[in-house]
């Protein structure tokens, strides 16, 4: 059996959690550097390529990793080898202006509701991916009622705090 996947009463898991930590979800194949943590495989995520075959997932959510990583782009450009055409893409990372985001020393990267809008995609030679919805998710439910939110960011930092990238992969 390959060990990248796994197979629960003859169904072959076609989901991937990356940087699953503690929340293991069943159904899925989770992968974590810390041996730790409860995972179907340990690895770095920073060292490519991912022990995948190509086309190997129709899923792929990475929650609040990505900011983590060294190299974002070689990371997303794997992710778009690993994921079958047509196939699904989560990143949930903190927004750049929240309180996580600024007091986390491990951070690399910093990202925003622009982050990947369709001219840095393509400038980043990621185009197989199709930015479907960006979903702002509020910790603290009293902030969804502060009215013009998207014009008064720049003046109530933090008053994003994670922030959701939906994206179809299309292959050529």
Known sequence: MNKSKKTVSQVVIDKLHLGCGADYKTGWFNVDILKSIRA????????????????QFKEVLMKMILEHLHEPLKILKEIIRITDDGGKLTIIVPHATSYANLTDLQHKTNFTENSFNKALIREYDLEELELIQTTFIFKNSWKKLIPLKKFLKIFLNGIYEDISFEFRIHKV
């Open 40 to 55: 179907d495989n340990h690895f770095d995520l920073n060292r490519l390529p991912y022990p995948f075959k190509d086309n």
